[in-house]
């Protein structure tokens, strides 16, 4: 079974505290992606990167960076976690072609940002 | 901005009726998605149709896509109890890797 695996399923952590959310794809994929899942606003992509060592910013990247030293790992850094980055983490991987490959979900990371 | 917003936000229909739910974009796209999500889980993918496609079908599921008016629609025939959760629609400008997804349609199917 092909695998997208989220370090942490719930993450309790205080305001100022630099936070680390690890994904880990076993599908050799190209792409991964970053997306928070907040009640009425759905998925808003955070980052996303088509290559080790490149990124690109999505529509909220303010807050947030990001770190893919290996194709199977991309990992989501909060420098200094604040109460409005409560959420859900989803982290998502998809290979590469022209458009409109399936992207597989990892379960998720509720985190609190206290 | 979100890309894409569902309508309805919300839907609620008994066991074997058909669920229909819609999603608009803005901004003009080689592809939407369709995805499903169970409480608090990861999404899983539907079914995918592109700009160039008007309809497509796959078990009780019937896609369709007006790239005049940026909409699409998903239609769940025959719905049962396991149908039961949220839907999103994602779109990408293709040959680009950004996906975006709409603010979903949370669809409750009473047996």
């Known amino acids: 079974d092909v695998k997208v695996t989220q370090s942490s399923r719930y993450l309790v952590k205080r305001t100022g505290e630099k936070v680390f959310l690890e994904c880990v794809q076993d599908m050799d994929h190209e792409n991964m992606f970053w997306y928070r899942q907040d009640p009425g606003l759905g998925l808003r992509l955070i980052y996303f990167s088509y290559d080790v060592k490149m990124k690109e910013k999505g529509d909220i990247p303010e807050g947030y960076s990001v770190s893919r030293e290996k194709k199977e790992r991309f990992s989501l850094i909060l420098e200094s976690a604040s109460t409005n980055q409560t959420s859900m983490y989803l982290c998502?991987?998809?290979?590469?072609?022209?458009?409109?490959?399936?992207?597989?979900f990892g379960s998720g990371t509720q985190l609190s940002v206290l | 901005s979100q890309q894409g917003e569902e309508d309805p936000q919300a839907l609620s229909i008994q066991e074997g009726e058909n669920a229909t739910m819609n999603c608009s974009y803005k901004?003009?796209?080689?592809?939407l998605q369709w995805y499903r999500q169970n409480s608090g889980r990861g999404l899983v993918h539907l079914i995918l149709i592109r700009s160039n496609e008007r309809e497509k079908h796959s078990g009780r599921l019937r896609v369709t896509l007006d790239t005049s008016k940026k909409s699409s629609s998903l239609l769940i025939t025959a719905s049962r109890a396991a149908d039961t959760a949220s839907y999103f629609c994602?779109?990408?400008?293709?040959?680009?890797?950004?996906?975006?997804f709409g603010t979903g349609t949370k669809l409750q199917v009473i047996p």
């Open positions: 901004t003009s796209i080689n592809n």
């Open positions: 998502a991987s998809s290979s590469h072609g022209t458009g409109g490959e399936k992207l597989f």
């Open positions: 994602a779109t990408d400008i293709g040959g680009y890797q950004k996906v975006t």
